[in-house]
Nanobody, 123 residues
């Protein structure tokens, strides 16, 4: 399984970015996907997830209403639209493949991880 995250960059507070994660080596439509982030000096934290089949979405409270996760099974891709960005959203963002057990909100429930893409929000 390979995951390639892209779309990070430098943006001013209040701006927006769209992250993409391209997946290969798996039957993408049969897996749930998640986005996590890790800020400097902090632990990795859950951002958003989307389930397989019916695409139910899950969000951290800190991003609810500002971020949106979506998937395109035809392209084997998952996206994270990030709006109204804040300085505290600065982090390396990772996409990951969820296993079929466990909580969507815990990183222990995810088996495969991409390399991450850096998002920097200037205030």
């Amino acid at each position: 399984v390979q995951l390639q995250a892209s779309g990070g960059g430098l943006v001013q507070a209040g701006g927006c970015l769209r992250l993409s994660c391209a997946a290969s080596g798996l039957t993408f439509s049969s897996v749930s996907m998640g986005w996590f982030r890790q800020a400097p000096g902090k632990e990795r934290e859950f951002v958003a997830a989307i389930s397989r089949i019916v695409s139910i979405t899950y969000y951290a409270d800190s991003v609810k209403g500002r971020f949106a996760i979506a998937r395109d099974n035809a392209k084997n891709a998952v996206y994270l639209q990030m709006n109204s960005l804040k300085a505290e959203d600065t982090a390396v963002y990772y996409c990951a493949v969820k296993d079929n057990r466990g909580s969507y909100y815990r990183d222990e429930s995810y088996d495969n991880w991409g390399q991450g893409t850096l998002v920097t929000v200037s205030s």
